[in-house]
């Protein structure tokens, strides 16, 4: 079915043999003449306990749409549909070789039987594997291609001792198939029972196998290539040598692998997969290969030899245990053209080279080379900050590392050997660096950026100086548009400030002027005497309102100073009002003299308010409004017998009565000292205390 038509789940039902079942995962492969299938999900308890390889089943689901076989599931979360039909033997397994398995999936779902060597045995699953049943993984090796068999069983059940490098014989189910969720039977040979592990040749001990010199290992991957067979029996699976070496470890790479060395011969070694051998037998296991050797470590190997594409040979798979320590070999002092040659590959050299740039790559700390007309790497592990090679671009250094050819990919033969592209060193830590001569301080590149820095400075300050007339361009107009918004609400509190406090007096006097008019109609004289005071009142709250909108604060000349003009306006107030009428007295105290037309003017209005205010708020019978000239000050009190408030809590603004208010603006323009005191039913005391500064002439 193309995975097109298994996107849409259509419904299926198949008919078959079981070959294979688990419980953890829940998996089941159901086989017929035609193939094999894989089926995955849920069953009923009942019918469990029923099934077994041999089985004939009938099974009804919908068809999933696994990578990159489809399988068997259940319809939503329904139970799978499964009906045992009868009992049978098991179908025969069918050959097949590890290419076949690892190539493609055409054998998937069979029952099957492989192969091959045994490259290496783990366990997984378990409590680590959140909670599927255990597996024991077995790497099968044969004809270039890698399968692993998994046993879905206890792995106490199999005799693992000494598997590593014996050939097996594994006869399982192969499963391509991918649910959902990983689980240990994706891509593998799926392993009922123990005995379809076989042991067919078994390993030879790593203390029986005898020693191969690093010079010989490539003599033994051709040796091996080259063994003839028996012709009268079915040929076993080509399979690289299994050799054992001793030799002194010059780099080693965690979860990568080892360079190693024994005389001038040299060899790279692949790190094997985790130790994860079952514990029943991993006593007689291969040996645990953790941690990792240092440099000048002698170890003892155990691997398959190789030949990688594009040439060299390799240790394959490799067990290791350190047999002592010592001192890294020699390091060869080579050209840049012998690295170059192939024949210093995977050795330890030393060459001089200048340093063309230190970067940072993903594997770690990196130097660009250059020795003679060739350029080349040098590479650090990434060790952290320790690591870091601390030399100067253009600086002369000997580098002391693995040399490692870059070969091209294709043939795998000697020939390609010879013909390395490109070469790079390896170097264990920064200690392999050392520095010949430093470079000089005055480079082109310096002076370069001398200049560039230099032509920035003088660019960055022009632009500053643009930047900053703009500022202060911008500022200025704000500051422009601040004052005039200022301007125009301080003048709007003036002229309500200057309306209230001559308006407001002008119309209470002119009022009383009115009252009395209508007491006297009897007396027809009298009453033309108080509207005619009336009319001149109204004619200089006129002129007072005209002074107050267009600020008329210069005094003209002939205008009286501020005790006549102050005697003058409360007199207005009181004149013709009758004998029930306060009394304001005025009084002088000092020597009088002018003073500055504001300060007459705010002082006039602040006495005019509390005046106003006695008469209208607190029905006064007498106010007394005194006037002291000091050197530097002048002080005005305005004291009434009237009915008084609480001076602590004064009624706000918001309420109407805008008279202490404006009194306490009046004093601040002044910056003097307002100071209000009263309390209900004993009187007010309003005093001002205003500075005047005198320069010869009695002004400030």
């Given at each position: 079915?193309?995975?097109?038509?298994?996107?849409?789940?259509?419904?299926?039902?198949?008919?078959?043999?079981?070959?294979?079942?688990?419980?953890?995962?829940?998996?089941?492969?159901?086989?017929?003449?035609?193939?094999?299938?894989?089926?995955f999900?849920?069953?009923?308890?009942?019918v469990?306990?029923?099934l077994?390889?041999?089985?004939?089943v009938?099974?009804?689901?919908v068809?999933?749409?696994?990578?990159?076989?489809?399988?068997?599931?259940?319809?939503?979360?329904?139970?799978?549909?499964?009906?045992?039909?009868?009992?049978?033997?098991?179908?025969?397994?069918?050959?097949?070789?590890?290419?076949?398995?690892?190539?493609?999936?055409?054998?998937?779902?069979?029952?099957?039987?492989?192969?091959?060597?045994?490259?290496?045995?783990?366990?997984?699953?378990?409590?680590g594997?959140?909670?599927?049943?255990?597996?024991?993984v077995?790497?099968?090796?044969?004809?270039?291609?890698?399968?692993?068999?998994?046993?879905?069983?206890?792995?106490?059940?199999?005799?693992?001792?000494?598997?590593?490098?014996?050939t097996?014989?594994?006869r399982?189910?192969?499963?391509?198939?991918?649910?959902?969720?990983?689980?240990?039977?994706?891509?593998?040979?799926?392993?009922?029972?123990?005995?379809?592990?076989?042991?067919?040749?078994?390993?030879?001990?790593?203390e029986?196998?005898?020693?191969?010199?690093?010079?010989?290992?490539?003599?033994?991957?051709?040796?091996?290539?080259?063994s003839?067979?028996?012709?009268?029996?079915?040929?076993?699976?080509?399979?690289?040598?299994?050799?054992?070496?001793?030799a002194?470890?010059?780099?080693?790479?965690?979860?990568?692998?080892?360079?190693?060395?024994?005389?001038?011969?040299?060899?790279?070694?692949?790190a094997?997969?985790?130790?994860?051998?079952?514990?029943?037998?991993?006593a007689?296991s291969?040996?645990?290969?953790?941690?990792?050797?240092?440099?000048?470590?002698?170890?003892?190997?155990?691997?398959?030899?190789?030949?990688?594409?594009?040439?060299g040979?390799?240790?394959?798979?490799?067990?290791?245990?350190?047999?002592?320590?010592?001192?890294?070999?020699?390091?060869?002092?080579?050209?840049?053209?012998?690295?170059?040659?192939?024949?210093?590959?995977?050795?330890?050299?030393?060459?001089?080279?200048?340093?063309?740039?230190?970067?940072?790559?993903?594997?770690g700390?990196?130097?660009?080379?250059?020795?003679?007309?060739?350029?080349?790497?040098?590479?650090?592990?990434?060790?952290?900050?320790?690591?870091?090679?601390?030399?100067?671009?253009?600086?002369?250094?000997?580098?002391?590392?693995?040399?490692?050819?870059?070969?091209?990919?294709?043939?795998?033969?000697?020939?390609?050997?010879?013909?390395?592209?490109s070469?790079?060193?390896?170097?264990?830590?920064?200690?392999g660096?050392?520095?010949?001569?430093?470079?000089?301080?005055?480079?082109?590149?310096?002076?370069?950026i001398?200049?560039?820095?230099?032509?920035?400075?003088?660019?960055?300050?022009?632009?500053?100086?643009?930047a900053?007339?703009?500022?202060?361009?911008?500022?200025?107009?704000?500051?422009?548009?601040?004052?005039?918004?200022?301007?125009?609400?301080?003048?709007?509190?003036?002229?309500?400030?200057?309306?209230?406090?001559?308006?407001?007096q002008?119309?209470?006097?002119?009022?009383?002027?009115?009252?009395?008019?209508?007491k006297?109609?009897?007396?027809?004289?009298?009453?033309?005497?108080?509207?005619?005071?009336?009319?001149?009142?109204?004619?200089?709250?006129?002129?007072?309102?005209?002074?107050?909108?267009?600020?008329?604060?210069?005094?003209?000349?002939?205008?009286?100073g501020?005790?006549?003009?102050?005697?003058?306006?409360?007199?207005?107030?009181?004149?013709?009002?009758?004998?029930?009428?306060?009394?304001?007295?005025?009084?002088?105290?000092?020597?009088?003299?002018?003073?500055?037309?504001?300060?007459?003017?705010?002082?006039?209005?602040?006495?005019?308010?509390?005046?106003?205010?006695?008469?209208?708020?607190?029905?006064?019978?007498t106010?007394?409004?005194?006037?002291?000239?000091?050197d530097?000050?002048?002080?005005?009190?305005?004291?009434?017998?009237?009915?008084?408030?609480?001076?602590a809590?004064?009624?706000?603004?918001?309420?109407?009565?805008?008279?202490?208010?404006?009194?306490?603006e009046?004093?601040?323009?002044?910056h003097?000292?307002?100071t209000?005191?009263?309390?209900?039913?004993r009187?007010?005391?309003?005093r001002?205390?205003a500075?005047?500064?005198?320069?010869?002439?009695?002004?400030?």
């Amino acid at each position: 079915m193309s995975p097109a038509q298994a996107a849409l789940h259509p419904p299926v039902r198949v008919r078959g043999t079981v070959t294979l079942i688990a419980n953890q995962p829940a998996i089941l492969f159901v086989q017929d003449g035609s193939g094999g299938v894989c089926v995955f999900g849920p069953r009923d308890v009942a019918v469990r306990r029923l099934l077994k390889p041999g089985v004939v089943v009938e099974v009804e689901g919908v068809v999933q749409p696994g990578r990159p076989t489809p399988y068997i599931g259940p319809r939503g979360k329904e139970l799978l549909g499964i009906t045992v039909l009868a009992t049978a033997r098991p179908p025969a397994a069918g050959k097949a070789t590890l290419p076949e398995l690892a190539g493609s999936t055409a054998r998937h779902g069979e029952l099957v039987e492989v192969t091959g060597v045994v490259r290496g045995v783990r366990a997984e699953g378990g409590a680590g594997a959140g909670g599927q049943q255990d597996a024991t993984v077995v790497t099968l090796a044969a004809e270039g291609a890698r399968v692993e068999a998994a046993y879905l069983g206890p792995a106490a059940n199999l005799p693992t001792d000494q598997w590593v490098g014996a050939t097996v014989r594994a006869r399982g189910v192969f499963n391509s198939s991918h649910p959902d969720k990983p689980h240990p039977a994706l891509n593998r040979l799926l392993v009922f029972l123990p005995r379809d592990l076989a042991v067919e040749a078994p390993a030879v001990p790593r203390e029986k196998l005898p020693v191969t010199p690093v010079a010989e290992v490539d003599d033994a991957v051709a040796a091996a290539a080259a063994s003839p067979t028996d012709p009268t029996s079915p040929p076993p699976p080509a399979s690289p040598a299994r050799v054992r070496v001793q030799a002194t470890v010059t780099l080693a790479l965690p979860g990568k692998g080892l360079y190693v060395q024994d005389g001038p011969a040299a060899l790279w070694v692949d790190a094997p997969p985790p130790p994860a051998v079952p514990p029943a037998s991993a006593a007689a296991s291969q040996p645990a290969t953790a941690p990792v050797p240092r440099p000048g470590d002698r170890v003892d190997l155990v691997g398959f030899t190789a030949r990688r594409p594009g040439g060299g040979v390799v240790l394959e798979d490799a067990a290791w245990r350190v047999s002592g320590s010592g001192t890294l070999p020699e390091a060869a002092r080579i050209t840049a053209d012998q690295a170059l040659g192939g024949s210093f590959h995977a050795r330890l050299v030393s060459l001089d080279a200048v340093v063309l740039e230190v970067s940072r790559l993903s594997e770690g700390p990196t130097l660009v080379l250059q020795a003679g007309e060739r350029v080349f790497l040098a590479r650090l592990p990434d060790g952290g900050p320790d690591a870091q090679p601390g030399v100067k671009e253009n600086s002369w250094v000997t580098v002391t590392g693995v040399c490692v050819n870059n070969r091209l990919p294709g043939d795998p033969g000697p020939a390609a050997a010879a013909r390395p592209v490109s070469f790079h060193l390896m170097l264990a830590d920064p200690k392999g660096i050392a520095v010949i001569r430093a470079p000089n301080w005055w480079t082109l590149e310096k002076v370069l950026i001398g200049t560039g820095v230099m032509l920035a400075a003088a660019l960055a300050a022009l632009a500053w100086v643009v930047a900053l007339r703009r500022r202060v361009n911008e500022q200025t107009a704000v500051i422009r548009r601040h004052v005039h918004q200022e301007t125009v609400h301080e003048e709007r509190i003036r002229i309500a400030r200057e309306l209230h406090d001559s308006l407001e007096q002008d119309l209470l006097g002119i009022t009383m002027q009115l009252k009395a008019t209508e007491k006297l109609l009897d007396r027809p004289e009298r009453a033309r005497d108080s509207l005619s005071l009336a009319s001149a009142m109204v004619r200089r709250s006129q002129a007072e309102t005209h002074r107050a909108v267009w600020d008329l604060r210069e005094r003209k000349p002939g205008q009286e100073g501020l005790v006549p003009t102050l005697r003058q306006a409360v007199a207005g107030l009181t004149t013709g009002v009758g004998g029930g009428a306060p009394a304001v007295e005025v009084r002088v105290e000092g020597a009088e003299r002018e003073l500055p037309p504001q300060t007459e003017n705010h002082l006039l209005r602040v006495a005019l308010e509390a005046v106003t205010n006695a008469f209208k708020h607190a029905a006064a019978r007498t106010v007394v409004v005194a006037v002291r000239y000091a050197d530097h000050r002048v002080e005005l009190t305005v004291t009434d017998d009237g009915k008084g408030f609480d001076a602590a809590h004064p009624p706000p603004p918001i309420s109407g009565h805008f008279g202490l208010f404006g009194m306490g603006e009046r004093a601040q323009k002044l910056h003097g000292e307002l100071t209000v005191k009263s309390q209900p039913g004993r009187g007010t005391e309003i005093r001002l205390v205003a500075p005047v500064g005198t320069n010869g002439n009695g002004k400030s």
